[in-house]
């Protein structure tokens, strides 16, 4: 929080001062995309980046695009239809311009993950004290479990964060990612 002048520090609403670490596509493990594309969108890779239905629910994000526009984009736009729309329309044109890859790192790098921990670098340390590219199969999961809901993490709610992560990797197991 800066002051009106916005040249003053007021205060830092994170925890940490630490420095945002950004991660690449090419560095994030095959498993936590794996595990978050099965949990929030299975059909990712062959999807436009939008669904049509459920325009009128502005509350409503199906796609790893839609989340992304909603929260980066139009988070300041209160829910409508007609924000409903914008999302459609600009995950889409995000998709088809900048490709599913680059989506989905933009997603796996600015997710709230609860806590502050935006970002799957942030929420590594956070919730297992480790790099992001250092995390097993087992971790991918919870990280993807608590990206879709981040109140349901290990601080907050141990044991239903446990069910969300095995829940996760019978979704990876059913869609074939994992044996």
Do not use: C
């Not at 695009?65 to 139009?74: C, D, H, K, T």
């Not at 004290?129 to 990206?147: C, D, F, M, P, R």
Request: glycine share 8%; proline share 5%; aromatic share 8%.
């Amino acid at each position: 929080l800066y002051d009106r002048t916005g040249q003053n520090l007021l205060a830092v609403l994170a925890p940490g001062d630490g420095t945002r670490v950004y991660a690449l596509f090419s560095e994030l493990p095959q498993t936590l995309i794996n595990a978050t594309v099965a949990l929030a969108q299975p059909n990712f890779w062959s999807s436009p980046g939008y669904v049509v239905n459920g325009w009128q629910d502005a509350t409503w994000h199906p796609t790893l695009a839609q989340q992304l526009v909603s929260n980066l984009l139009l988070g300041d736009q209160a829910a409508s239809p007609l924000r409903g729309i914008h999302e459609r329309i600009l995950a889409g044109q995000v998709t088809a311009r900048y490709g599913r890859l680059q989506v989905l790192e933009w997603y796996l790098n600015s997710a709230d993950y609860g806590h502050y921990a935006y970002g799957a670098e942030a929420a590594a340390q956070f919730y297992l004290g480790k790099s992001v590219t250092q995390i097993n199969l087992g971790e991918a999961a919870l990280l993807a479990a608590i990206s879709q809901q981040p109140t349901i993490n290990p601080i907050d709610a141990p044991q239903q964060a446990e069910q969300n992560r095995l829940q996760v990797l019978r979704d990876m197991l059913n869609q074939g990612l994992i044996t």
